[in-house]
């Protein structure tokens, strides 16, 4: 029997074990498309839950499509689940310091897919639906009517005590325990990964990534004159302990960098003991390790990954991150804890911009403090998961048959697989001229592998224009396979 799209049974939120109750009867043909599902009363009784929640799981089914509601008569079967598509093979690039040279490429495949009225499958951002604008706001107003002087001066490194002091009090979640005194406040992750790496690593010098992995960080290594090295990847448990621990042993690698809970473009979580694993070999080796934690708050799981620096006994790991993906993008505040690399980061900080802007600071700390950011985190994690599900959901529908997929348990983007022989690039532009926006797998490596790769994003609602939007655009994948 094919394994079927089963989703989230792990989860453990009690509706999703009766939406995978249902999946299973399906499965077994127990149901057939027609059939009446159980009533509310029937099942909750039979499963011992709430009607609610059996309510809220035959919802769930609906908005997948599989079940529909007929009015005065209850809930039947739709159509059936598709099977659950293969993961893509782990990859297995040659680990050697490469030179990495994009140039404009990267911008100019971006300044066409950011246009307003192109469906966004193509940029990692959040829908602005999805972000919290009136509990924002609000913070926004009070900061600058009580503390006006503050919102206009410098707020020179590390930064706003009160805000540092909020992350700080996070820090727990992330599997350790830190102070306001261990971040240096910047401008967005993206700061902190630049500055992060010019103070462990110079011009010339090697850097483990993974691969792979998202194209921002090649485009900093490009930017400082260093060069890449490639390491093989797993689609589910991300970075290999193996390959890592080989071209450590072959190549002068000064830093590693990597996107450990849920990686851009592979959505790969890397398990704590390999994390752990993965740390000491690089403590025995004294190579400090840069992570980008920037998708770990949305996690679909009930608890929080842990961070490298959980496992950091030594101060080697530079923990970086930002409210981009979960609060506000255009706020740019980001963060990082430097561990033993406080001193050059925060001079780094101090040369490369002086100081953080005060608003943004102020008011994120503000919001932070209000407890809203948990609230909103739950409703945000939910959204991104069921998003993810109806994206993948549907590209196992519509794409050409052999389309591999990632199965990401956080972040809100998917690595897709195409036949042999599609070209991603060509993919893009046909589907530009639909006006969708996809990116290609070649920007995720330093040497232009992933050629019959695309990453999609499900960081918008789910809606008919996305959906119309995934069937368009496995007819165009389609059309490139022949
Ligand atoms: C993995 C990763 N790191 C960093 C960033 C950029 O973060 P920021 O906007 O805070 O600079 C992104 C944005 O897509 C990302 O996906």
Same mark, same amino acid.
Request: glycine fraction near 6%.
């Given at each position: 029997?094919?394994?079927?799209?089963?989703?989230?049974?792990?989860?453990?939120?009690?509706?999703?074990q $009766?939406?995978?109750?249902?999946?299973?009867?399906?499965?077994?043909?127990?149901?057939?498309?027609?059939?009446?599902?159980?009533s509310?009363?029937?099942?909750?009784?039979q499963?011992? $839950?709430?009607i609610?929640?059996v309510?809220?799981?035959?919802?769930?089914?609906e908005?997948?499509?599989?079940?529909?509601?007929?009015?005065?008569?209850?809930?039947?079967?739709k159509s059936?689940?598709?099977?659950?598509?293969?993961l893509?093979?782990?990859?297995?690039?040659?680990?050697l310091?490469?030179?990495?040279?994009?140039?404009?490429?990267i911008?100019?495949?971006? /300044?066409l897919?950011? $246009?307003?009225?192109?469906i966004?499958?193509?940029?990692a951002?959040?829908?602005?639906?999805?972000?919290? %604008?009136?509990?924002?706001?609000?913070a926004?107003?009070?900061v600058?009517?009580?503390?006006?002087?503050e919102?206009?001066?410098?707020?020179?490194p590390?930064?706003?005590?009160?805000?540092?002091?909020?992350?700080a009090?996070?820090?727990?979640?992330?599997?350790?325990?830190?102070?306001?005194?261990?971040?240096?406040?910047?401008?967005?992750?993206?700061?902190?990964? /630049?500055?992060?790496?010019?103070?462990?690593?110079?011009?010339g010098?090697?850097?483990?990534?993974?691969?792979?992995?998202?194209?921002c960080?090649?485009?900093?290594?490009?930017?400082?004159?260093?060069?890449?090295?490639?390491?093989?990847?797993?689609?589910?448990?991300?970075?290999c302990?193996?390959?890592?621990?080989?071209?450590?042993?072959?190549?002068?690698?000064?830093?590693?960098? %990597?996107?450990?809970?849920?990686?851009?473009?592979?959505?790969?979580?890397?398990?704590?003991?390999?994390?752990?694993?993965i740390?000491d070999?690089?403590?025995?080796?004294?190579?400090?390790?840069?992570?980008?934690?920037?998708?770990?708050?949305?996690?679909f /799981?009930?608890?929080?990954?842990?961070?490298?620096?959980?496992?950091?006994?030594?101060?080697?790991v530079?923990?970086?991150? /930002?409210?981009?993906?979960t609060?506000?993008?255009?706020?740019?505040?980001?963060? $990082?804890?430097?561990?033993?690399?406080?001193?050059?980061?925060?001079?780094?900080?101090?040369?490369?911009?002086?100081?953080?802007?005060?608003?943004?600071?102020l008011?994120?700390?503000?919001?932070?403090?209000?407890g809203?950011?948990?609230?909103?985190?739950?409703?945000?994690?939910?959204?991104?998961?069921?998003?993810?599900?109806?994206?993948?959901?549907a590209v196992?529908?519509?794409?050409?048959?052999?389309?591999r997929?990632?199965?990401?348990?956080?972040?809100?983007?998917?690595?897709?697989?195409?036949?042999r022989?599609?070209?991603?690039?060509?993919?893009h532009?046909?589907?530009?001229?639909?006006?969708? %926006?996809?990116?290609?797998?070649?920007?995720?490596?330093?040497?232009?592998?992933?050629?019959?790769?695309?990453?999609?994003?499900?960081?918008?609602p789910?809606?008919?224009?996305?959906?119309?939007?995934?069937?368009?655009?496995?007819?165009?994948?389609?059309?490139?396979?022949?």
């Open positions: 029997m094919p394994q079927i799209l089963t989703r989230n049974q792990q989860h453990g939120f009690l509706y999703e $009766v939406v995978a109750q249902v999946n299973q009867m399906i499965a077994r043909n127990t149901l057939c498309v027609g059939d009446r599902l159980p509310l009363r029937k099942m909750s009784k499963l011992n $839950v709430s609610a929640t309510m809220q799981a035959y919802v769930q089914l908005g997948q499509g599989l079940v529909e509601t007929r009015p005065q008569s209850g809930f039947y079967i059936r689940p598709v099977a659950e598509p293969s893509p093979k782990p990859t297995r690039p040659l680990p310091p490469r030179r990495i040279q994009f140039g404009d490429d911008s100019s495949l971006f /300044s897919a950011n $246009v307003p009225g192109v966004p499958l193509g940029v951002n959040p829908a602005h639906e999805l972000l919290p %604008s009136k509990g924002l706001t609000r926004l107003k009070k600058a009517s009580l503390r006006p002087v919102t206009m001066s410098y707020c020179y590390p930064g706003d005590f009160g805000l540092r002091r909020q992350i009090y996070r820090s727990m979640e992330r599997g350790v325990n830190l102070g306001p005194d261990d971040f240096i406040i910047t401008t967005g992750a993206t700061e902190a990964l /630049s500055i992060s790496l010019q103070a462990v690593a110079r011009p010098d090697a850097i483990a990534v993974e691969s792979p992995t998202y194209f960080l090649l485009q900093i290594i490009e930017h400082l004159g260093m060069m890449a090295v490639e390491i093989s990847t797993d689609p589910d448990s991300g970075l302990v193996d390959s890592l621990a080989q071209a450590l042993d072959t190549v002068d690698i000064k830093a590693v960098i %990597s996107v450990a809970n849920f990686n851009n473009p592979t959505g790969a979580l890397i398990p704590d003991t390999n994390k752990k694993a740390l070999i690089l403590a025995k080796k004294q190579i400090p390790l840069i992570e980008d934690d920037i998708f770990g708050d949305l996690h /799981s009930q608890t929080r990954p842990h961070t490298f620096k959980a496992f950091d006994a030594e101060g080697l530079l923990t970086c991150s /930002s409210f981009s993906k609060i506000a993008p255009g706020y740019r505040v980001g963060w $990082v804890s430097p561990g033993r690399y406080f001193e050059p980061v925060l001079q780094l900080k101090q040369l490369v911009s002086s100081a953080t802007a005060s608003i943004p600071q008011t994120i700390a503000e919001f932070l403090r209000s809203l950011y948990e609230r909103h985190l739950m409703r945000l994690r939910r959204a991104y998961r069921e998003q993810l599900e109806q994206l993948r959901l196992a529908e519509s794409f050409p048959k052999g389309t997929l990632t199965r990401p348990q956080g972040g809100f983007v998917l690595w897709v697989q195409l036949p022989g599609v070209d991603a690039m060509d993919l532009a046909d589907a530009l001229k639909q006006h969708i %926006s996809v990116t290609p797998g070649t920007i995720f490596s330093a040497t232009g592998k992933y050629r019959n790769f695309i990453r999609l994003c499900a960081g918008s789910w809606d008919e224009k996305m959906a119309d939007g995934v069937v368009r655009l496995g007819q165009l994948a389609q059309a490139l396979t022949s």
